[in-house]
Structure formats: structure tokens, C-alpha cells
Nanobody, 116 residues
Framework: QVQLVESGGGLVQPGGSLRLSCAASGFTFSRFGMSWYRQAPGKERELVASIVSNDGMPNYADSVKGRFTISRDNAKNTVYLQMNSLKPENTAVYYC?????????WGQGTQVTVSS
């Protein structure tokens, strides 16, 4: 029953923007901290951004600070990642993660490609 479904990925030119969405179901979304990770070919999966259950304390990888924004809408059970000023090195599969206590759930990932 637990599902995390990402959407909004695709192809974008350098300097462009995308907004990723992750729709959650099957658990009490408001209690979970939410995160976005990414994995580029040949590289380790890395944390991009996270936000706690009370909508506060967003955290970002240094490489995306000032360009990416994580947010959540508990009424819609959805977490977002707004990505601006995209660079080719941001190309990766982006994953949504939910965590609370002993529970940890992952989405299937969505491809983001930044290329001219």
C-alpha cells in the first residue's frame, strides 16, 4: 500500500527549471521527514535536500544551495523539489524518500537530463 510516485522529470536546457513532485500514499505523510536524493551514472547516490515533518529545517547539499528549494504540502501528501538554474552536472535519476522512526520508503526515481 505504501507508495511514493515521482513526477516532473524530463529534459531541460542549461539554465532552465524543473519542479519535481513526489506523491505519497499508504502512510501518515505529515509525520515523515522527506528527502530528495539523486544518482548520476557511475556515482554514488547523494542527498540533495531534506525537510522535516513540521515543514521547518530544510537542508541542502552545498552544490544546490540557492538554486533548489524543497517544500511539502501535507494536505496533498506531496513533497516538491523546485530546481532552478540547472546545470549539466545536475543530470541524474532523482529519488524521493520518506522516513519516520523505523520506517523508510523510497520512490522509483525520475530521470532529469540537463542538456543543450
Amino acid at each position: 500500500q505504501v507508495q511514493l510516485v515521482e513526477s516532473g522529470g524530463g529534459l531541460v536546457q542549461p539554465g532552465g527549471s524543473l519542479r519535481l513532485s513526489c506523491a505519497a500514499s499508504g502512510f501518515t505523510f505529515s509525520r515523515f521527514g522527506m528527502s530528495w536524493y539523486r544518482q548520476a551514472p557511475g556515482k554514488e547516490r547523494e542527498l540533495v535536500a531534506s525537510i522535516v515533518s513540521n515543514d521547518g529545517m530544510p537542508n541542502y547539499a552545498d552544490s544546490v544551495k540557492g538554486r533548489f528549494t524543497i517544500s511539502r504540502d501535507n494536505a496533498k501528501n506531496t513533497v516538491y523539489l523546485q530546481m532552478n538554474s540547472l546545470k549539466p552536472e545536475n543530470t541524474a535519476v532523482y529519488y524521493c524518500k520518506a522516513v519516520w522512526a523505523v520506517y523508510e520508503y523510497w520512490g522509483q526515481g525520475t530521470q532529469v537530463t540537463v542538456s543543450s
